[in-house]
């Protein structure tokens, strides 16, 4: 029986290779990777030099700050951006719809800004040629097209019942072409797979918690499964049918289904189930809720006037100013910890919402291969929702631990006692700036992406073996004519 695949696979690739309508689809496919590359590695660089120059001169910007108030440091804030993963020049995902910069100041959580969409034309609706989506969704098109007809031909022209009398049963033949066209997407996935590493070769500097390397490794093995899936399908309807015409319609239905249809509509219902509120209505709620706490730069105010009672009671003083430390800042401090509680529960909420949008398209992964490959493929390139609420998460707990430390600061350095006319006023040194520091952007790790995607990695390696399945049961059904 191996002989019989290895002589059948053969064939295979020998009658297709030879076919001139290949040379053509291949040198398309060349230009369509060298564009995406190209494109890509340029994205990479302009976008990932500019967040570097900006993030360096907001923390110019931040040292450069006189001797001042540490509160009026806390509100001059800084920015946070965004460092592309090496491997984004691979598969884009969600880039250019997420933002890339957030503005840093105390007791306000601003959004990410400045997402590729917000400056682009409408055109970036109909999508962006990646490596990644020309492996997606071109490459199974181009395989449908070259397998479709493998067996149907066969039975069409009396060639399968010769083959079929000399020995060789629907296994091997479906085995054997299944095997050839696996093969020939291998060549297909070769120079896509050169180009990444190149790009990647190109990059001065890859950053160590990225994993580059691991991640590649990763990509090229689901690539393969994923290849390997789209070959036995081809080649398992092509020998179900029985015509190449009835073949070509069943495999583009197929493709259309997976490829526009499934993902489009579990969106849609994905949204519908579980509406996420607009920014308008998530900051107003955010708004009542601190607004229902108190307002902290009110020393009058009901929470926090009941507060300072309790302090002064457990200092045992009378007033702030016997204080051992800056009320102030204290109160600044209390204000911004209740503050962003509030915004984290409501951001949580809202993240439980995303959650189970997301699910729906998660779960579909099992009906849908495509939709698990995307996403594992977005997640190990550093492009998906996740990393961008990675981003997200970190940035803000950066912007908690400033406005925290200027409190903490204003409560050991400035007095209780205001200044009069001709005093000094309350200031600290600009050391404590420059010592304070920057924020750095970090990748997320192998482990929490796989955690992440527990539910597509099942469904997909479910899909994997269910092409050998598939192999059988379309051997022992399939009929010769």
Same mark, same amino acid.
């Given at each position: 029986?191996?002989?019989?695949? &290895?002589?059948?696979?053969?064939?295979?690739?020998?009658?297709?290779? /030879?076919?001139?309508?290949?040379?053509?689809?291949?040198? =398309?496919?060349?230009?369509?990777?060298?564009?995406?590359?190209?494109?890509?590695?340029?994205?990479?660089?302009?976008?990932?030099?500019?967040?570097?120059?900006?993030?360096?001169?907001?923390?110019?910007?931040?040292?450069?700050?006189?001797?001042?108030?540490?509160?009026?440091?806390?509100?001059?804030?800084?920015?946070?951006?965004?460092?592309?993963?090496?491997? $984004?020049?691979?598969?884009?995902?969600?880039?250019?719809?997420?933002?890339?910069?957030? !503005?840093?100041?105390?007791?306000?959580?601003?959004?990410?800004?400045?997402?590729?969409?917000?400056?682009?034309?409408?055109?970036?609706?109909?999508?962006?040629?990646?490596?990644?989506?020309?492996?997606?969704?071109?490459?199974?098109?181009?395989?449908?097209?070259?397998?479709?007809?493998?067996?149907?031909?066969?039975?069409?022209? #009396?060639? +399968? &019942?010769?083959?079929?009398?000399?020995?060789?049963?629907?296994?091997?033949?479906?085995? #054997?072409?299944?095997? #050839?066209?696996?093969?020939? *997407?291998?060549?297909?996935?070769?120079?896509?797979?050169?180009?990444?590493?190149?790009?990647?070769?190109?990059?001065?500097?890859?950053?160590?918690?990225?994993?580059?390397?691991?991640?590649?490794?990763?990509?090229?093995?689901?690539? %393969?499964?994923?290849?390997?899936?789209?070959?036995?399908?081809?080649?398992?309807?092509?020998? $179900?049918?029985?015509?190449? /015409?009835?073949?070509?319609?069943?495999?583009?239905?197929?493709?259309?289904?997976?490829?526009? =249809?499934?993902?489009?509509?579990?969106?849609?219902?994905?949204?519908?189930?579980?509406?996420?509120?607009?920014?308008?209505?998530?900051?107003?709620?955010?708004?009542?809720?601190?607004?229902?706490?108190?307002?902290?730069?009110?020393?009058?105010?009901?929470?926090?006037?009941?507060?300072?009672?309790? =302090?002064? &009671?457990?200092?045992?003083?009378?007033?702030?100013?016997?204080?051992?430390?800056?009320?102030?800042?204290?109160?600044?401090?209390?204000?911004?910890?209740?503050?962003?509680? =509030?915004?984290?529960?409501?951001?949580?909420?809202?993240?439980?919402?995303?959650?189970?949008?997301?699910?729906?398209?998660? !779960? $579909?992964?099992?009906?849908?291969? +495509?939709?698990?490959? &995307?996403?594992? *493929?977005?997640?190990?390139?550093?492009?998906?929702?996740?990393?961008?609420?990675?981003?997200?998460?970190?940035?803000?707990?950066?912007?908690?631990? %400033?406005?925290?430390?200027?409190?903490?600061?204003?409560?050991?350095?400035?007095?209780?006692? @205001?200044?009069?006319?001709?005093?000094?006023?309350?200031?600290?040194?600009?050391?404590?700036?420059?010592?304070?520091?920057?924020?750095? !952007?970090?990748?997320?790790?192998?482990?929490?992406?796989?955690?992440?995607?527990?539910?597509?990695?099942?469904?997909?390696?479910?899909?994997?073996?269910?092409?050998?399945?598939?192999?059988?049961?379309?051997?022992?059904?399939? @009929?010769?004519?």
């Amino acid at each position: 029986m191996k002989n019989q695949i &290895k002589i059948i696979a053969g064939h295979f690739l020998k009658t297709t290779i /030879r076919s001139k309508a290949l040379v053509a689809i291949y040198i =398309v496919w060349l230009l369509l990777v060298v564009y995406a590359a190209f494109t890509g590695y340029k994205t990479y660089t302009t976008q990932n030099a500019l967040r570097l120059q900006f993030q360096q001169q907001a923390r110019q910007s931040w040292e450069a700050n006189p001797d001042k108030h540490p509160h009026r440091m806390a509100h001059f804030g800084t920015f946070a951006f965004r460092i592309k993963h090496p491997l $984004s020049v691979f598969d884009y995902g969600m880039e250019s719809y997420t933002g890339n910069a957030v !503005y840093l100041e105390a007791h306000k959580q601003n959004t990410v800004n400045f997402s590729e969409a917000g400056f682009s034309t409408g055109l970036l609706r109909f999508g962006e040629i990646s490596p990644a989506m020309l492996i997606q969704m071109l490459l199974p098109l181009i395989l449908f097209f070259l397998g479709f007809n493998t067996v149907a031909q066969q039975r069409e022209n #009396g060639t +399968l &019942k010769i083959l079929l009398s000399q020995g060789a049963g629907f296994r091997s033949i479906i085995w #054997g072409n299944s095997l #050839g066209l696996f093969t020939l *997407s291998v060549l297909f996935l070769l120079p896509v797979a050169l180009a990444t590493v190149f790009l990647l070769y190109l990059q001065p500097l890859l950053p160590a918690d990225g994993l580059v390397s691991l991640r590649s490794i990763y990509l090229l093995l689901i690539c %393969l499964a994923y290849l390997w899936l789209v070959s036995t399908v081809a080649i398992c309807i092509s020998a $179900s049918s029985n015509s190449g /015409r009835a073949a070509l319609l069943k495999l583009l239905g197929i493709w259309l289904v997976m490829a526009v =249809v499934l993902p489009k509509t579990l969106q849609s219902i994905g949204s519908a189930l579980h509406p996420a509120p607009g920014k308008i209505e998530f900051d107003t709620a955010v708004e009542e809720d601190i607004l229902k706490i108190g307002n902290s730069h009110n020393p009058n105010d009901p929470h926090f006037k009941r507060l300072r009672d309790s =302090v002064l &009671k457990a200092n045992g003083v009378d007033s702030v100013s016997q204080l051992p430390f800056n009320y102030g800042g204290f109160q600044m401090r209390e204000g911004e910890r209740l503050s962003a509680e =509030v915004y984290n529960n409501h951001l949580q909420q809202l993240y439980n919402l995303y959650e189970k949008q997301n699910n729906i398209s998660n !779960y $579909s992964a099992f009906i849908d291969p +495509l939709i698990g490959i &995307k996403n594992i *493929s977005m997640a190990l390139s550093g492009t998906d929702f996740k990393a961008y609420r990675y981003f997200q998460d970190n940035a803000e707990a950066y912007r908690y631990f %400033l406005a925290q430390t200027m409190n903490e600061l204003q409560m050991e350095h400035i007095s209780n006692v @205001k200044p009069a006319h001709d005093d000094k006023p309350q200031i600290i040194g600009r050391e404590h700036w420059r010592e304070f520091p920057d924020f750095k !952007y970090t990748h997320q790790s192998l482990i929490s992406i796989a955690q992440q995607q527990q539910l597509t990695i099942m469904a997909l390696l479910v899909w994997f073996f269910l092409s050998f399945a598939l192999i059988y049961f379309i051997a022992e059904t399939a @009929k010769a004519l």
